[in-house]
């Protein structure tokens, strides 16, 4: 779970929890955590009356579970957090944030990776967990 988040029950790695504000999980590090991130996600959306979000949130969590595992080459925790007008994704995961990049957000390119999350997003950013990892967030109009 993302340090300073509340609200969440904590859950067991593959297993969801939904807590009055929201859903989690803990996905293991593996080649196939992306994909199943992806379907829990779309699959939460739902179940939070916001199916309208799915495509958005489906490429949004897909990328920031990618990039736990392929940059930062861990595990990972999918919080998704409804509010009035916006749904909040946190992607938390053991990764230090990336030098000189600290409270600047991550690197996105046009079009690619981030870049895409960056079109979609209402805003977005990293919060550095000390020396336990980082959260990239995500805010998503709905």
Known sequence: ??????HLDVVQSGQAA??????????AFSRDAPA???HFAVDAVRRLGA?????DIALVVTELAANAIVHAQSGFT???????????ISVYDTGPVP???AGAGLPAEPLH?????????????VEPAGRTGKSVWVELAR
Do not use: Y
């Not at 779970?1 to 509340?6: C, I, L, N």
């Not at 990776?113 to 950013?125: F, H, I």
């Open 78 to 88: 999918v919080d998704i957090l409804p509010g009035r007008d916006t749904l909040r």
């Open 18 to 27: 939904t807590g009055a504000a929201g859903m989690s999980r803990v996905f």
């Open 51 to 55: 199916a309208d979000l799915a495509d």
């Open 1 to 6: 779970m993302v340090p300073g988040v509340e």
């Open 99 to 101: 030098p000189g990049e």
């Open 36 to 38: 199943a991130a992806r």
């Open 113 to 125: 990776g981030l870049g895409a999350v960056d079109m979609l997003a209402r805003r977005w950013g």
